[in-house]
């Protein structure tokens, strides 16, 4: 309800003085009644003012001074880049994408393991049968057949091995017992290396399985903490890739919620005028296989509610916290004790009262510590920056002194030329002390030349002539 600054200042420059008798014309109706209330003018909406608007939108290059057709449609495309990377725009560490393709990943992963290992099963089975019955576990009996290779091999010695395998010695030892006197057929040496190498494949799936899950979970805790804490972070993803986005879901009502995944009974159960499914995905929370069998429909609505609300939470807060799942899933867990035995639960305002106070802090403490980060991000790069120019200044320095020592040398050996050319140009001693002190001054550069020149010049004629 409050005009935008840059509305205001356009319709206080735009609108004449006398404002009581002017009408606009709003395509919005939330934005006349804002324009209504915040400057006091009279604004009418309807389809006469959606055609005004179409037309000026046509025309606006002619009715505009210095506006071109094409810069009309550069500024409709910027616009309209500008509109879908607001939409598109999110926090990188909270994007829900990750989650739907981590959830749908995982359940392809659970079918595909137990068929492979089905598979591993009966292949294996025809030469070792007694071990389906030892160890009914999936990936445990993929580690087993390959360590144990060819059974008649299996002897006291790998019975350490086995127990480190199947971590249980009555099980490593009935399996040794079983080896011994077991039905199977013989089984060729390049059949065993092929369901070897089948196992170590089936074992390596269920191995990356675990590390999704994992990036699943840590995912989870950064989009959506509240929702996991409540029904847990696989069944939490799952209502997330159901619904297809996190802010799809917080949209949705809790009945909606409710029956979230049970499409087909639905549709089935109006069809043929019979009973609503209870529960859909939610089914698969702990919540509601505790329950009893009378009870199960009023706690799935109950989580339901508190689905919707820590979804909504998690969608629209800034800084997302666990705290409220937490509570949500006292509240379901009082809920389930009062089915049971009868014991009034808190009223729903006192434990979001207690929630706000608790997630305050949270999110007060979570702030300290990014602004701490920041801090250090900040040292830590203006130490690089002051490394760099530092280590860009020791070039020049180098270069300097290399100048400088260059220079030096230059001097020096311009003062050794000029000790020695004096030294060079010396006459013979007279008896006479005074010319020897008058001749024992250097001469300078211009006059040694010139003393210099002529005597080089008779020494070449002399040369020249003996030639």
């Not at 576990?137 to 350490?160: H, Q, T, W």
Request: net charge positive.
């Amino acid at each position: 309800g409050v005009l935008h600054e840059d509305l205001r200042l356009l319709l206080d420059t735009a609108l004449p003085p006398k404002r009581k008798k002017v009408v606009l014309g709003v395509g919005d109706a939330k934005m006349g009644a804002a324009v209504l209330e915040e400057l006091g003018v009279q604004c009418q909406t309807g389809g006469v003012v959606a055609e005004l608007m179409r037309g000026i939108r046509l025309h606006f290059p002619a009715l505009v001074r210095g506006l071109t057709a094409q810069s009309a449609a550069k500024a409709q495309l910027g616009l309209g880049h500008s509109y879908s990377r607001a939409k598109v725009k999110f926090n990188v560490h909270r994007v829900d994408n990750m989650i739907i393709q981590s959830i749908s990943l995982l359940d392809q992963l659970d079918k595909d393991i137990n068929t492979f290992s089905m598979r591993v099963r009966e292949w294996y089975g025809y030469h070792f049968p007694e071990l389906i019955k030892i160890i009914p576990e999936n990936s445990m009996y993929c580690r087993v057949a390959k360590f144990i290779g060819n059974r008649r091999e299996l002897s006291e010695e790998s019975l350490e091995g086995l127990e480190e395998i199947v971590m249980d010695s009555a099980k490593a030892q009935a399996i040794l017992e079983a080896s011994r006197s077991s039905m199977g057929m013989d089984i060729s040496p390049l059949d065993l290396i092929n369901i070897e190498s089948f196992s170590r494949r089936v074992i390596s799936l269920s191995e990356y399985r675990k590390g999704l899950q994992e990036y699943l979970r840590s995912k989870m805790s950064q989009v959506a903490p509240s929702l996991s804490a409540l029904i847990g972070e696989v069944v939490g993803a799952r209502l997330i890739s159901h619904a297809g986005s996190l802010t799809n879901l917080a949209k949705y009502p809790a009945s909606t919620v409710q029956i979230l995944g049970a499409e087909k009974a639905l549709f089935r159960a109006l069809k043929t005028r019979g009973n609503t499914p209870k529960y859909g995905l939610i089914f698969h929370s702990t919540f509601i296989g505790r329950a009893a069998a009378k009870n199960k429909g009023r706690i799935s609505r109950y989580l339901a509610n508190k689905c919707t609300i820590a979804s909504r939470i998690d969608c629209f807060s800034e800084v997302p916290t666990s705290v409220f799942g937490d509570k949500l899933r006292e509240q379901v867990e009082e809920r389930l004790a009062f089915y049971e035995t009868g014991e009034p639960p808190r009223k729903n305002l006192e434990v979001m009262k207690e929630a706000v106070v608790e997630a305050n802090e949270v999110v007060a403490e979570v702030k300290r510590r990014q602004e701490k980060k920041e801090k250090k991000r900040k040292k830590r790069e203006k130490r690089r920056l002051e490394a760099l120019a530092a280590a860009a200044e020791e070039p020049a320095e180098n270069s300097v002194m290399e100048t400088e020592e260059n220079d030096v040398g230059a001097k020096k050996k311009k003062k050794k030329k000029k000790q020695q050319e004096p030294e060079e140009l010396e006459p013979e001693p007279e008896e006479n002390g005074v010319e020897e002190e008058e001749e024992e001054e250097p001469l300078p550069k211009k006059k040694r030349k010139i003393v210099v020149e002529p005597e080089q010049e008779e020494e070449e004629e002399k040369k020249k002539k003996k030639k």
